[in-house]
C-alpha cells in the first residue's frame, strides 16, 4: 500500500508542478510579463482587466511563484512553503481573475481555482513520499540525529 501512495502522490505532484510551470512559463516566456501586467492591470485597451493592484508586480510574483513552485513540486522540495505560496496565488487569481464570472469552470469561474489551491496545500503538507527531495532530506536528518545520539551515549 505504502508503495502505491508513493506513485499516486509522485502523479500528483508532477501533475501541478508541470501545470504551475506551465501557467508561470506562459506569464514569463510566452506572453511576457509586460502583456500579462496589462491583463493584471485594467487589460489590453484599458478593458476587462484583472485590476489587480501593482499589477507588474504582481505579475512578476505569479509568473516566479509558479515557475519555481512548479519545479520545485516536480522535485519534491520545500513542499509545505511550496503550497502555502501557489494556493495564495490560486486564491487572488480566483478572487480578482474570476470571482465575477460564478463558480463553474464553463463560464470563467473560480473552480479549478479552487481545486488547484486545495489540492497544492495537500501535497505540500502530506508525507512527501519516497521519490522527493524533501524525503531525501528527512531521511538524512533522522540518520545524522541517530549518529549523535548514539556518540552521545
Known amino acids: 500500500m505504502t508503495d502505491l501512495r508513493s506513485i499516486t502522490q509522485l502523479l500528483l505532484r508532477l501533475t501541478l508542478g508541470v501545470v504551475f510551470f506551465a501557467h508561470g512559463w506562459e506569464k514569463l516566456v510566452i506572453k511576457g510579463i509586460d502583456k500579462t501586467a496589462i491583463l493584471f492591470g485594467d487589460g489590453p485597451g484599458g478593458k476587462n482587466g484583472f485590476e489587480i493592484p501593482f499589477p507588474t508586480a504582481a505579475a512578476h510574483f505569479a509568473a516566479w511563484a509558479e515557475v519555481l513552485g512548479g519545479a520545485a513540486l516536480i522535485l519534491g522540495v520545500l513542499l509545505p512553503f511550496v503550497g502555502v505560496v501557489l494556493?495564495?496565488?490560486?486564491?487572488?487569481?480566483?478572487?480578482?481573475?474570476?470571482?465575477?464570472?460564478?463558480?463553474?469552470?464553463?463560464?470563467?469561474?473560480?473552480?479549478?481555482?479552487?481545486?488547484?489551491?486545495v489540492a497544492v496545500l495537500a501535497v505540500g503538507f502530506a508525507v512527501p513520499g519516497a521519490v522527493s527531495i524533501d524525503h531525501y532530506l528527512k531521511q538524512r536528518r533522522a540518520k545524522i540525529q541517530r549518529g549523535q545520539a548514539v556518540a552521545n551515549n
Open 87 to 117: 494556493a495564495a496565488t490560486m486564491v487572488g487569481a480566483g478572487y480578482y481573475g474570476h470571482h465575477d464570472n460564478g463558480f463553474w469552470i464553463q463560464q470563467n469561474g473560480w473552480e479549478f481555482n479552487l481545486v488547484l489551491a
